[in-house]
């Protein structure tokens, strides 16, 4: 069965210092997304992609997160400088654009941040 | 504003008996609805949807019904298993131009199912 595949799985960084997380979506999932996951929380959109367009990224603290998806494919979700209250999972969806089954996003395992 | 709650942080049901686990919601754009299953450590499961034309979906042991009218949304698990304990996370969208909606979720509902 296709899974959206994280990288990496944990990431222990120190404040002020860069990181970056990778996705690879299903194959033929035309859009992307990238949450943020507080615990206790449920998942808040940081960044939407339609192909290697944004399509929303309102939610995205741009002062210091970077997000691209280049060739339309995998993508790469970048913090600098890292802040202690960055630490959460930080989770990548894909999903088949359309109506009904489009709105089912396929969410991969997610990177653990903690920030120190 | 949270425009989804699950407003019971936690349930405890015994194995082989109904799980209901409920959302309420206040956008009434909302076209679309989904719950994800969680395991720690993990990134959310799809379970289940519904369109919001639709009033009740059945997937096996899993069915959710839809009351649009009062905005609100309930999972029934039957019957429930061990193996079921996880955090459930009810989450809405919509569609608007020809975009598709991001998913907005709730803060999730933790089952425990004893033996």
């Not at chain 1, 449920?42 to 939407?48: A, K, N, R, W």
Request: charged share 20%; glycine share 8%.
């Amino acid at each position: 069965e296709a899974e959206v595949a994280q990288s990496p799985r944990y990431k222990i960084t120190e404040k002020s210092q860069a990181v970056a997380f990778w996705c690879d979506p299903i194959s033929g999932h035309a859009t992307l997304y990238w949450y943020r996951q507080i615990l206790g929380q449920g998942p808040e959109l940081l960044v939407q992609f339609q192909d290697e367009s944004v399509v929303d990224d309102s939610q995205l603290p741009k002062d210091r997160f970077s997000a691209e998806r280049l060739k339309g494919v995998d993508s790469t979700l970048k913090i600098q400088p890292a802040e202690l209250g960055d630490s959460a999972m930080y989770l990548c969806a894909s999903s088949l654009p359309g109506t009904g089954r489009g709105y089912e996003q396929y969410f991969g395992p997610g990177t653990r941040l903690t920030v120190t | 504003d949270q425009q989804v709650k699950q407003n019971s942080p936690s349930l405890s049901v015994q194995e082989g008996r109904i799980s209901i686990l409920n959302c309420d919601y206040t956008n009434s754009m909302f076209d679309y609805f989904l719950w994800y299953k969680k395991y720690p450590a993990e990134g959310p499961t799809f379970l289940i949807s519904i369109s919001s034309i639709k009033d009740k979906n059945e997937d096996g042991r899993f069915t959710v019904f839809l009351n649009k009218s009062a905005k609100h949304l309930s999972l029934h698990i039957v019957p429930s298993q061990p193996g079921d304990s996880a955090v459930y996370f009810c989450a809405a969208s919509r569609h608007y131009g020809g975009s598709q909606g991001n998913l907005i979720f709730g803060k999730g509902t933790k089952l425990s199912v004893k033996p």
